[in-house]
């Protein structure tokens, strides 16, 4: 059976965020770059219920963890 592939704007709609394009760069673009000491659920910009979502993410290698590495490398990255 194959995991399901969700996309970045997926995942925005599950935090309750704005994931249009323009939504998504926005955020990006506003929390980069994130220390590197700083775990991707850890940082202070997220609630409660969506640092919890993130960790789950990558704790149980869920479906969404693909995605939420790619977050986190778009965060973490320096332009």
Sequence with gaps: M???VH???NLFAQLG???DDA???RFIAT???LAEAVKLHEADFWSP???SLL???IRDD???AEVVDELNVELRARH
Excluded: V
Aim: aromatic share 4%; hydrophobic share 40%.
């Design 7 to 9: 996309k970045m704007s």
């Design 62 to 64: 869920a479906d969404w």
């Design 55 to 57: 960790c789950e993410a």
């Design 49 to 51: 219920s969506q640092a």
């Design 31 to 33: 929390h980069r770059p």
């Design 23 to 25: 939504a998504i760069a």
């Design 17 to 19: 965020l704005a994931n």
């Design 2 to 4: 194959e995991r399901p």
